[in-house]
């Protein structure tokens, strides 16, 4: 994500990544449209009637012509059904700050991000929730960001210069004053992490008890991830981007245009040495483990005092020594740095100022970027401000039913899997019916209390933003990292921090617990409106929801029981088809191409999350016919009557193809070479191929759209499915 937004996605929690949509509600936001529940089915044609307000028909109008917009109708669904859905969607968007890929989904953090404006001003509310005195040291932040020099970077900022002096030093900028022999760049990259500045060390945090940090391979570059290949010269974008990036903030500290060439291409240099060490690895963390294990290297020396500089001492491990570091690549990376010594502590200098950097290219820009820049520094107190405005009961009874629904659609899959013997069968509906449900969030009102007393500890230095913007990214990391910091204080069976915050755009499946949430931030378009047909509804939240509920039988999700421990609960029989099943899913993604960057999708690393999709997808449909079943026998001794229209105004659309239209405009997105770069080994499959793969592996979406067998999205007969 760009810098405003919140949520550092673990790759422990598989997540349904959701967000949305850039315009605002003609109904006020978020939920005050009169509308059909689809717990509170009416039972009569004039019940039906009086549902439907003038201004709900006038809304669906106004959305209907949006989803519209977004299609390209050149194009044949059968041919390409993500280019029919979404062809159109880059070109109408409004344009936003973002410095990551554009989509549908992610574009309802701005919603958030507006609401975040208006909440400040509650001065009311934040006094009947006791939260006064963060709220108007939140307002102070924000006023001070709106009226600060953010474009370009004031890299030269006294506070910047100073920090960075700190905590490794600037050669670039101190010359002869900087002190080589006292630099250490792993020690550099530790006090980066205080910041949630990209170094040399690239941490998150498990999501269970004691909430101990792990460790991924660092990702190298600014605006463009590198890679071997693509800064092998410097015509390729990735070098430009990032040579222009280093460039602007040389060109604050009046280098000559000699001195500032070198130093870049110094840091070139490193990455290229570096690299080569990051290709002895794939994606996966086995390859740590097993070249560790190749190579015997002993474990690196130097973890100590990482935990001493970003987690004050604290000793997960009483002492022992961890096999999750991946010594063999900080060891051969150690001789690098060791080369590169200079350039090493350029680039990190560098990388704190990218940190810290708004990004913001025009004027405009300015508001939007403060506003996420406080959403997601301060999410537990706007959190707690948002879910008292803006989350109903009513909305909660809403998504109960569907998720109710959802449910029953995969038990009845489970029931109907011909694959499972009865034992595995057994244990398969016994975790289902264990699955517990959170809407909203979950609920620790101590806990959320704690954290948000914590912002009475940002200092807003009146003359000083940058001073500042350094205080308050140093308490987000603190605040992000407190279970973990405080794991002899809490419970062992206390949640993770990300559950507590509804106002973010995902919804979670928790392994470890056997649970699920839907966040409230979630509920807005494109993912979800009270006023919507249910064919819509379904085919958006009942998927996401259904997503997260396949999740608990994905590749992951299978290896825990109903209770949530780790077990084999599987007969070898079972085992092997489901091991079958699910490799269907990966060859089928892996034939992918990119052609943008000429690479294909990681089937293997995408797996878990394209077996979710499919089975989400399946589920949301089938719990939409149970539903429309249910209305069309409702009325007294059992009458059928038509349900109120299920289809869109302005779409020429049955309600089933509108369901898939719905699920593929979800991921509508706009990609630049660099973001397909970003996301390339993530868990997540790129937006258009993840659209892709779902309905080219759904027999009921090639029956709906009436594609014959061998067009491009009915390719084959035989469909890759687990559930």
Excluded at 372 to 380: I, P, R
Aim: charged residues 25%; contains cysteine.
């Amino acid at each position: 994500m760009n810098q405003g937004t919140m949520f550092s996605i673990s790759k422990y929690f598989r997540l349904a990544w959701i967000a949305g949509l850039t315009y605002i509600l003609i109904c006020g936001f978020p939920f005050e449209c009169e509308a059909r529940s689809v717990d509170n089915e009416p039972q009569d044609d004039s019940e039906r009637e009086n549902t439907i307000t003038d201004e709900t028909v006038e809304y669906l109008q106004s959305y209907g012509a949006k989803m519209k917009s977004y299609m390209n109708f050149s194009v044949d669904p059968c041919d390409d059904f993500y280019e029919y859905s979404c062809g159109n969607w880059k070109n109408v968007i409004k344009p936003r700050l973002s410095s990551d890929r554009r989509s549908n989904l992610l574009d309802i953090m701005y919603t958030l991000a507006e609401v975040t404006d208006q909440i400040l001003t509650r001065t009311e509310m934040a006094e009947a929730l006791n939260v006064s005195e963060e709220v108007a040291i939140a307002q102070r932040f924000y006023n001070a960001c709106l009226a600060a020099d953010v474009s370009p970077l004031p890299a030269a900022d006294p506070a910047y210069l100073a920090l960075i002096r700190s905590i490794g030093g600037f050669p670039a900028v101190d010359g002869d004053a900087w002190n080589a022999s006292s630099f250490s760049w792993f020690n550099m990259s530790a006090h980066l992490t205080n910041y949630g500045a990209s170094g040399l060390i690239n941490e998150d945090e498990v999501p269970h008890f004691p909430f101990e940090p792990y460790f991924k391979l660092p990702e190298l570059g600014f605006d463009h991830v590198v890679h071997t290949d693509i800064i092998a010269n410097s015509s390729s974008r990735a070098y430009k981007m990032n040579e222009k990036r280093m460039r602007g903030y040389l060109k604050s500290y009046n280098l000559t245009e000699e001195k500032a060439t070198a130093v870049v291409t110094g840091v070139f240099d490193f990455w290229r040495d570096a690299l080569a060490v990051e290709d002895k690895f794939n994606s996966s963390e086995e390859s740590c483990i097993l070249l560790d294990s190749l190579h015997s290297v002993p474990a690196f020396g130097q973890w100590r005092s990482y935990y001493e500089i970003a987690w004050n001492g604290v000793d997960f491990h009483n002492g022992t020594d961890s096999s999750e570091y991946c010594d063999f690549y900080y060891t051969e990376l150690d001789k690098v740095c060791a080369k590169h010594q200079e350039a090493v502590a350029n680039y990190l200098s560098m990388a704190l100022l990218y940190r810290m950097d708004a990004k913001v290219k025009d004027v405009q820009d300015q508001k939007e970027y403060c506003q996420l820049t406080v959403l997601g520094s301060m999410a537990h107190l706007i959190n707690k401000l948002y879910m008292a405005k803006h989350f109903d009961e009513e909305t909660h009874s809403e998504i109960s039913a569907m998720i109710k629904k959802l449910r029953e659609s995969f038990r009845q899959m489970l029931e109907h899997a011909d694959w499972l013997d009865t034992e595995t069968r057994r244990e398969a509906l016994l975790k289902e019916a264990s699955i517990t449900h959170q809407i909203g969030s979950y609920k620790d009102e101590e806990h959320s209390n704690l954290l948000i007393r914590q912002y009475r500890n940002l200092s807003v230095v009146d003359d000083s933003y940058p001073q500042s913007l350094i205080n308050l990214r140093r308490l987000s990391i603190s605040l992000r990292r407190y279970n973990g910091l405080h794991f002899d204080e809490i419970a062992t069976d206390t949640k993770p921090l990300v559950l507590l915050l509804g106002m973010q755009v995902n919804a979670f499946y928790y392994n470890r617990d056997n649970s699920m949430y839907v966040m409230a931030g979630i509920l807005h378009p494109p993912a979800y409106h009270r006023s919507w047909p249910d064919s819509l509804k379904f085919g958006t939240l009942g998927y996401l929801i259904g997503h997260e509920v396949t999740h608990g039988f994905d590749t992951v999700g299978a290896t825990h029981d109903s209770d949530g421990q780790s077990r084999n609960w599987w007969s070898k029989k079972s085992e092997a088809v489901f091991k079958e099943r699910s490799k269907c899913f990966v060859d089928h993604y892996s034939t992918y191409l990119i052609p943008e960057i000429n690479r294909k999708i990681n089937g293997n690393e995408t797996k878990d999350e394209n077996i979710a999709d499919s089975g989400g997808l399946r589920e949301a449909l089938a719990a939409y016919r149970s539903h429309i079943k249910q209305l069309q026998k409702g009325g007294e001794d059992n009458e059928t009557t038509a349900p109120r229209s299920d289809q869109m105004p302005g779409l020429d659309l049955s309600p089933e193809q509108l369901f898939f239209l719905g699920f593929a405009q979800l991921w509508c997105a706009s990609y630049k070479e660099e973001h397909f770069w970003h996301e390339l080994n993530k868990e997540h499959t790129i937006d258009k191929y993840r659209v892709l793969g779902a309905v080219t592996n759904s027999e009921d979406f090639a029956e709906i759209y009436n594609c014959k067998l061998g067009s491009a999205m009915h390719p084959k007969s035989n469909t890759c499915r687990v559930w």
